[in-house]
């Protein structure tokens, strides 16, 4: 999926403006409307009784995940293949007496989740759950390689253990988020954003089912110093706003946790707060380089890959002393004399693009 068009409640209802992910609610009345609605799943749905269809579903699909909760008036059987080249994994949320999948009750603590396949389940009245799709290459790459083949070990006998409370705060997590993209739905117009949204369901999906932590052990001392050299160099010429851990490692040519040893080591602290600091410090050089009116503070963070705006405003007044909206209001003069012209050196460049010019 590239550049895409977002979709809003309703199959008729009109288009809104470019995005990069789509969002919308897909309420429908008929199996077979549903059935053709329902891609990438293909679906067959056979209504279990005559009370009239109904299914509601509230979704937000980027180019490697799909999340959406939806819920169903009526019983009724189904049997699907699943999407190519996802893994697919069912969080229940509220269950009939009668749904089912994989011949097992939904009501044991283990979540539904299959690699692509074919499966029957049936959703009783009244059912509700989430469902999350993740494109199996995104979880290759942002997961170290024990981690993503655990999962997919698990996820290959059609099962995922957790406890109850863990299930049911993974149910609350993928709400709330669910909530937050469709309250701030501008951020999907920002490819940053998008990136960052699927990084979080990933590592919110890892920590629920337990799989982060250290692996292997870390390089010796002066491998980990080359590393961190590249690394330091890749990330003067990369986009901050998409720039994650994987591919920082991948580009100093060390692993995750050599990578995490070496900035420790020269710099004090860890790779993602390093990275996560160079967007703070550069959201706020692009705050006081716009004028107030000239932009908002959403869509300048959302550029650079934030998307927890709330969380965003308490974590830069710590570190600023003053809201992201105090910087933007206040006058703000860059005409300091400069004792380096980058026209010196071509190859050299700032971590950050200069504000006066950024998004030109």
């Given amino acids: 999926m590239s550049r895409s068009q977002v979709a809003t409640a309703g199959p008729d209802a009109p288009v809104a403006r470019e995005r990069f992910a789509l969002l919308g609610i897909q309420d429908t009345h008929d199996p077979c409307h549903w059935e053709s609605v329902s891609q990438p799943w293909e679906v067959l749905a056979t209504p279990l009784d005559g009370r009239p269809f109904r299914n509601h579903k509230v979704f937000v ?78 979880l290759r790459r942002l997961l170290a390689e024990p981690h993503w083949v655990r999962l997919e070990r698990a996820a290959a006998t059609r099962r995922l253990d957790l406890s109850p409370r863990t299930r049911q705060r993974l149910a609350g997590w993928l709400g709330a988020l669910l909530d937050r993209v469709h309250g701030a739905a501008a951020m999907l117009e920002h490819p940053a954003a998008v990136d960052a949204l699927e990084r979080e369901l990933v590592q919110g999906l890892s920590e629920a089912l337990e799989l982060t932590g250290d692996s292997g052990r870390p390089a010796p001392s002066a491998v980990r110093r080359r590393g961190f050299d590249r690394a330091i160099e890749h990330i003067r010429h990369a986009d901050l706003g998409v720039l994650d851990l994987p591919t920082l490692a991948l580009a100093a040519g060390i692993s995750r946790r050599s990578l995490e040893y070496a900035f420790q080591e020269h710099l004090g602290l860890s790779p993602s707060r390093f990275l996560r600091l160079l967007r703070l410090h550069g959201l706020r050089r692009e705050l006081l380089a716009r004028q107030l009116g000239e932009a908002t503070i959403g869509d300048l963070a959302h550029h650079l890959g934030f998307t927890q705006l709330g969380r965003l405003a308490g974590e830069y007044h710590m570190l600023f002393g003053e809201p992201p909206s105090a910087t933007l209001a206040r006058p703000f003069s860059n005409e300091a004399p400069r004792f380096w012209d980058p026209g010196f050196d071509s190859t050299s460049r700032s971590f950050f693009t200069d504000g006066r010019t950024a998004g030109s």
Wanted: hydrophobic residues 45%; glycine residues 8%; proline residues 8%.
């Fill in 61 to 138: 699909a980027t180019p490697n995940c799909i999340l959406y909760r939806e819920s169903f008036a009526s019983p009724v059987r189904v049997q699907v293949l699943s999407p190519e080249g996802m893994l697919a994994i069912l969080v229940p949320v509220q269950l009939g007496s009668r749904s089912g999948c994989f011949n097992r009750s939904l009501e044991t603590c283990a979540l539904p989740a299959m690699l692509p396949g074919a499966a029957e389940a049936v959703l009783d009245a009244g059912h509700e759950h989430f469902m999350l799709l993740i494109r199996l290459g995104l």
